[in-house]
């Protein structure tokens, strides 16, 4: 096993639970494995297809997704096809010729597809295995159901001799029992992973205005140089209007959201894929079907509207293993459209709930990385040491007053206020709405006026966070004082508010961070500029041998066998075989180019 997993895959170990996974499966068990995204779940089937005798059969519910993993392998030296509805009849001819020659190790498939070819081809085909990727879409309470998934009960009926693998990164106890259930799998052996991702660095920036946003991102891109990110923004306009602020700083942004035409979409989608847009605005549209391995950051614009949502979303940030970082930016405004929009949906309750959640991990003031864990029902001891909180732990302040002040011009305004006019009270403008109603003549009017506008918007979110009140959404966003903030206001209780440091706005560069996964860090970016130099001459060349044969630059080399590259600088073709990753095949058909240019600019 670890002779063949060097061999095609470059790998000398294997991550948690792979082997296990693997022995069950070639010992003809089924087995249900639930990983997280980027977790390693495909070699689970594919080192078993390489290893056992005949055809594995792999449902896959996107064409995208198939084609890259099948690059992926031929790239690999692993003989794998994908039939599917965008092969031409000639393409599908040579392909079943293949199969029924045995010549085929891995073949993707779509379900529409596997049910068509159930009687047919595949009572011809050697099957060895069938792999069910993606198979949290049988689920019918998943957000990502597929109706044509619920069929696949007949691969059991049909070929009931042989073992099935479902894969899955959604990990909740109803999924996987529906999965068990529906794909009637004989007493299978279950393999949940943890769901942490240790690469990801998690960070939330609150209460920024739109300009410090705006310049902030502008800034991380440019730390970021030539990396691959995604900023996820609310609304198609938001799409557009960021991607516009950024052209305009000289940085090149690709758009896509669901008003697109599929043609933009795809081309959107294309150019990211393929290194040609470093960076897309997007709506949640975006993400399903993308397998891109280097994508070094996740920007959230606007806050989502679950805790699921966002860890999907940040999920499609360092596939690879490499350290990646998220960053969310959280404010009042957007808290309070989001309210809006998850009061008025159908399932207001649910979708309340999903979103305070939600705002719970953006506020938080303990280990975000626990938080995120704990709500997928994985307890986690420890602080992660690699979010924010835990790099830089809130302090605060007894804001008793502060929070008076604010209450109490609430009250006397008799809650009939908005967030927007009790700021104008506690700073002391005389704004129409404060004229008009005549709350200038009120006691409190003017008696934040040493707390500036944006400030006052902090710390009210912290108040409302706090419970000291709530806002009404049904009554023109009207502040309403709950019992703890009327403890507050009448019984002198204390509130303790975080204070505001923004100090941070600047940069933290702080790659090497003190974590057990330190390796996963350890080559991201911490070259001088001779071993940067190298860095952006092989991506020259990763990107100049993937144009030529029309595939992802990530899949001829992932951006971690770069670094490993530039680390190591090996000048052998033997050397570069034994970096992590480079499968023989690759090292075969790249290395000397490598090598050749590694000697090069290195000057040996
Ligand atoms: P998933 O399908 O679970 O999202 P993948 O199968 O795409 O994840 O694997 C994610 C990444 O991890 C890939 O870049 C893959 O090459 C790498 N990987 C998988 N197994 C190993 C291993 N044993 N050692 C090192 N890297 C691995
Ligand atoms: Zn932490």
Redesign the pocket.
Known sequence: MLQK?KKY?G?T???EQ?KEIIEKIIDKKDTLVL?????????CYQLPAILMEGTTIVVSPLISLMKDQVETLIENGIPARALNSTNSEEENYILKRDCLQGKVKLLYISPERLLLEMNFLLKDINIALFAIDEAHCISQWGHDFRPEYTQLKCIRSQFPEIPIVA?T?TADKITRSDIIEQLDMRNPEVFISSFDRPNLSLEVKRGFQQKEKNKYIIDFIRRHKNESGIIYCMSRNKTESVAQMLMKSGINATIYHAGLSAAKRDEAQEDFINDRAQIVCATVAFGMGI?K?NVRWVIHYNMPKSIESFYQEIGRAG???LASETLLFYSLSDMILMNKFAAESKQQEINLEKLHRMQQYADSNICRRRILLNYFGESMDHDCGHCDVCKNPPQRFDGTITVQKALSAVARANQNISIGVLIDILRGNYSTEVKSKEYDRLKTFGAGRDISARDWQDYLLQMLNLGYFEIAYNENNHIKITESGKKVLFSSEKAELVIINRDDTKVNINKKSPTKEKQLFIFAGEGGIEENNLFDELRALRRKLADQQAIPPYIVF?D?ALHLMVHYKPMTIEELGNI??ISEYKRDKYGKEFVTLIKRVIGK
Request: net charge positive; glycine share 18%; hydrophobic share 30%.
């Open positions: 997993l895959f790998f170990e294997f991550r792979q990983m997280p995204t980027g977790g390693g779940k495909s070699l894969l990164a397998d391995s596939r690879d293993g992932s971690k992590s990753g």
